[in-house]
């Protein structure tokens, strides 16, 4: 890597978020760590740094767009003009449609859609500046329609016609953005989806592995894989694209 590049990833607590954070580390990016919760961002901070990398926990709302400003200034102030967005941070609010809430879908929209467009907005202008950014949005095979999850569904689906509207639009300053689209991946989310259907977890993902071509549940490492190739260098000629992560040609 020409020089060293600071990447900030949402929702990088736990889960695909933490998987990205500690892979772009260790790719030799200084990333900020970004989650509602401040404290919680700070187990993953420790383990970039015991590997040597760089890191910094933030504590955001990415909801709420001076809460986003903040915390991109301080990104820059602290770790550098961040340059790399990893938009993975996400709620469930499932339900099906007759019993869904306006709260569950506002919140839904909030966190994936709107957060993901204000730490855009909010980051092209560094990558602007420097005339290089790398912008990752986390899609998910729920954007092809999932029951129970209209509100989810919806958000993912938004995020992929927002991944190729900022190809177009920053792709002349050297910036490209893309989606990847999990299927099953074994997180503290899908465990949570499987007690909401009242299933025991092991059987839920032996199931799912049933439906998979190769076999088995994806894990958050399969998609920091693919996040560390689209915010490499070398994936510059790969811009508005959603990928599918999901172990097979359909989800």
Not at 18 to 27: G, S
Not at 39 to 65: H, S
Not at 137 to 149: D, E, H
Not at 172 to 191: H, Q, R, S
Request: glycine content about 10%.
């Amino acid at each position: 890597m020409s020089q060293a590049r600071t990447a900030i990833v949402t929702g990088a607590a736990r889960g695909i978020g933490a998987a990205v954070a500690k892979r772009l580390a260790a790719d030799g990016m200084a990333v900020a760590v970004v989650d509602l919760d401040e404290a919680a961002c700070k187990p993953v901070v420790e383990e970039i740094e015991a590997a040597g990398g760089r890191a910094l926990a933030v504590g955001a709302d990415v909801g709420d767009a001076e809460k986003v400003a903040a915390a991109v200034a301080r990104v820059a102030e602290e770790l550098g003009a961040p340059t790399v967005l990893v938009n993975n941070a996400g709620v469930l609010r499932d339900n099906l449609i007759f019993k869904m809430s306006d709260d569950d879908w506002d919140t839904v929209m909030t966190v994936h859609l709107r957060g993901s467009f204000l730490m855009s907005r909010a980051v092209q202008k560094h990558q602007v500046e420097q005339k290089y950014g790398r912008i990752v949005n986390l899609s998910s095979t729920s954007a092809l329609g999932n029951r129970g999850q209209a509100n989810y569904a919806t958000a993912k689906a938004g995020l992929q016609g927002l991944t190729k509207t900022l190809a177009i639009e920053l792709g002349k300053y050297g910036v490209t953005a893309n989606a990847i689209a999990p299927g099953f991946i074994e997180t503290e989310m899908t465990a949570a989806t499987a007690a909401r259907v009242g299933a025991d977890f092991e059987d839920f993902k032996a199931a799912a592995a049933q439906a998979i071509p190769v076999g088995r549940v994806g894990k958050p490492e399969d998609i920091a894989a693919l996040a560390s190739f689209l915010c490499g260098p070398e994936s510059g000629f790969v811009s508005g694209q959603v990928i599918y992560v999901a172990g097979g040609p359909r989800a």
